[in-house]
């Protein structure tokens, strides 16, 4: 999916946080300045939650609002067993909330199966590029879930390019 500009992207995080349920687990990928947080941003706003931010300081921030959204950043996690010291578990089989992670694969072997890899690829200026990895079950089924939305929604988007 091209995702051209900032309105386009907070469309796309609309759209796809309708596709999420409780206990769902988003690892986001991309380099930095990718637009990861931006992205939880405007998945969060959908929520009603408004005030999020990176928790690059605090690898941990908890979100809530019409679901609890944990929100972590592991990119300053020098060993993954630093995980131990945060109750891991509570963010990585989340119960009854969602959980977004930032530079996962700095969690070594803790990380869970059945995750939902969302890639966002900077491109020129606001444009990236956005891709759901087909997995995991989640993820297959939120690909096919977006891959019918002009057929299942009345709001058209007609500079979408999937």
């Not at 609309?14 to 991309?30: A, M, T, V």
């Not at 939305?149 to 390019?161: G, I, R, S």
Request: aromatic share 16%.
């Amino acid at each position: 999916m091209i995702i051209n500009n900032l309105d386009e992207m907070r469309d796309f995080a609309k759209q796809f946080s309708s596709s999420l349920r409780k206990n769902d687990f988003i690892n986001l990928i991309g380099d930095m300045g990718a637009g990861k947080t931006t992205f939880t941003g405007f998945l969060c706003e959908n929520f009603a939650i408004y005030d999020s931010s990176s928790p690059t300081f605090a690898l941990v921030n908890i979100y809530e609002g019409d679901i609890l959204i944990y929100h972590l950043d592991l990119y300053r996690l020098d060993d993954p067993d630093e995980l131990l010291d945060i109750d891991y578990e509570t963010y990585f089989y989340p119960q009854d909330a969602i959980t977004i992670i930032e530079w996962a694969e700095n969690a070594g072997d803790f990380l869970p199966d059945g995750m939902i890899n969302l890639e966002i690829k900077k491109l020129d200026g606001e444009k990236r590029e956005v891709s759901i990895a087909n997995d995991s079950i989640r993820g297959r089924e939120i690909n096919e879930y977006l891959g019918n939305w002009h057929f299942n929604y009345d709001f058209y988007c007609d500079y979408c390019k999937w």
